[in-house]
């Protein structure tokens, strides 16, 4: 079963624009993280987000978590060309190393 | 090595063929992944294997599917009498021991496998 779902399926915007995309999840998590897919192959860890913390960035990156509501958006601000891609949320089962429950991904395309 | 590698990077069967999927992980990782991913869609869990433990197969969809690992090295994931819906992009992923605090996951390239 998808634990994680991301909303927007798909968003386009232009060069410079920020893209935001949210992720809902059904239940209890130790961390959520962010991952990033280029043409349908292996992925790219972005960010990890543990449950007590609320705000994350990584350069160009912001993650927030909102374990009340069970969701969790990624902002890329001043999008690029080259930040095309499609981008997961992933949640563990809440017991460490356990393997991620992925949502079906968030399709971004920049246009320069 | 660098990364997380597997192979064939594309495979093309016939239904009803066998295949095996091979997937190195990062040295020092003891903990490996199996993911299915179809088109358009997300990942699905296939199976996971931890150190020595038992490995967890709660995701593989059939008996036709398997897996075994070496040791902390090497893994190969085997269909048997494969289908047409086993075309997808396998993947496999690495990461260091288990703690509480979670673990990145390393990602292959995938396998891409169509079956005829």
Redesign the interface.
């Known amino acids: 079963s998808q634990q994680g779902e991301e909303d927007p399926q798909a968003l386009s915007i232009q060069e410079g624009e920020n893209a935001t995309m949210n992720c809902s999840y059904k239940t209890s998590i130790n961390n959520l993280q962010w991952y990033r897919q280029n043409s349908g192959r292996g992925l790219v860890h972005l960010i990890l987000i543990r449950s007590n913390e609320r705000e994350k960035h990584s350069g160009r990156l912001r993650v927030t978590l909102d374990t009340s509501k069970k969701s969790s958006s990624l902002l890329i601000t001043a999008s690029r060309a080259a930040d095309t891609a499609s981008y997961f949320c992933a949640t563990d089962r809440g017991s460490g190393n356990t393997p991620l429950v992925f949502g079906k991904g968030t399709r971004l395309s920049v246009i320069a | 090595g660098a990364g997380?590698s597997q192979s064939p990077s594309n495979k093309v069967t016939e239904k009803g063929k066998d295949v095996e999927l091979r997937c190195d992980p990062i040295s020092g990782h003891t903990?490996l992944?199996w993911?299915r991913?179809r088109?358009?869609?997300?990942?699905?869990?296939l199976i996971?294997f931890?150190g020595n433990s038992a490995p967890?197969k709660s995701?593989l969809p059939s008996d036709r599917f398997s897996a075994e690992r070496t040791g902390e090295s090497v893994s190969t994931l085997t269909i048997q009498r494969t289908q047409q819906e086993d075309s997808a992009?396998y993947?496999c992923?690495s990461?260091?021991?288990?703690?509480?605090?979670?673990?990145?996951?390393?990602?292959?390239?995938?396998t891409r496998l169509t079956v005829l």
Do not use: C, H, K
């Not at chain 2, 088109?39 to 869990?45: D, K, N, S, T, V």
């Not at chain 2, 990461?95 to 995938?110: D, I, V, Y």
């Open positions: 997380v903990a992944y993911y991913q088109l358009g869609q997300g990942l699905e869990f996971y931890q967890d995701g992009v993947l992923a990461s260091l021991r288990a703690t509480l605090l979670g673990n990145e996951q390393f990602f292959g390239p995938g």
